[in-house]
T-cell receptor, first 112, second 109 residues
Framework: NAGVTQTPKFQVLKTGQSMTLQCAQD?????MSWYRQDPGMGLRLIHY???????DQGEVPNGYNVSRSTTEDFPLRLLSAAPSQTSVYFC???????????FGQGTRLTVV | TQLLEQSPQFLSIQEGENLTVYCNSS?????LQWYRQEPGEGPVLLVT?????EVKKLKRLTFQFGDARKDSSLHITAAQPGDTGLYLC?????????FGAGTRLTVKP
């Protein structure tokens, strides 16, 4: 059971660079989300999707783009990395609203 | 400001002690979940509560959902070092899930 797979696990970017964090799930879940986790802030929602072709903004969407072309994949794009985007990023999937969210192992991103 | 406020932020206790952590909000949630997160890992679901006033027990852990479905508590009896971790509450709100900042629990042997 792969569950939710995130890649890469670690990444260092220079300010202004762009990159894509990958997230894939094999549970046929409709709901997928991206969170960032910072000390003392808990998990903050960046973007989420309730199904293929549908995305919406969360609490902190600025500087990030998402797309959902398939049920399985939900990549997160950083358009022009900034030091404020240094964080641990988690992707999650769930069957529906209020159901158990399954998380990936996270991507630790450092922007210098 | 966080939609869900958790308290205390940090808690350090000795093995065998009891503890309660809280999750409070001014919003009503259709359901509320508790997760536990260990270093380097993603959160893992402990329980989901749905009905106001609901109490669920999971071995030494007791979860309660407030009557108005705005708050919840987690009580741990006879804490063990294996209970150490970050405890997060999360509420379902219009198709997305919002998390509190968490309570970081350390249980010393």
């Amino acid at each position: 059971n792969a569950g939710v797979t995130q890649t890469p696990k670690f990444q260092v970017l220079k300010t202004g660079q762009s990159m894509t964090l990958q997230c894939a799930q094999d549970m046929n879940h409709e709901y997928m989300s991206w969170y960032r986790q910072d000390p003392g802030m808990g998990l903050r929602l960046i973007h989420y999707s309730v199904g293929a072709g549908i995305t919406d903004q969360g609490e902190v969407p600025n500087g990030y783009n998402v797309s959902r072309s398939t049920t399985e994949d939900f990549p997160l794009r950083l358009l022009s990395a900034a030091p404020s985007q240094t964080s641990v990023y988690f992707c999650a999937s769930s069957y529906g609203e209020g159901t158990e969210a399954f998380f990936g192992q996270g991507t630790r991103l450092t922007v210098v | 400001t966080q939609l869900l406020e958790q308290s205390p932020q940090f808690l350090s206790i000795q093995e065998g002690e009891n503890l309660t952590v809280y999750c409070n909000s001014s919003s009503v949630f259709s359901s509320l979940q508790w997760y536990r997160q260990e270093p380097g890992e993603g959160p893992v679901l402990l329980v989901t509560v749905v009905t106001g006033g609901e109490v669920k027990k999971l071995k030494r852990l007791t979860f309660q959902f407030g009557d108005a479905r705005k708050d919840s508590s987690l009580h741990i009896t006879a804490a063990q070092p294996g209970d150490t971790g970050l405890y997060l509450c999360a509420g379902a709100d219009n198709n997305d899930m919002r998390f509190g900042a968490g309570t970081r629990l350390t249980v010393k042997p």
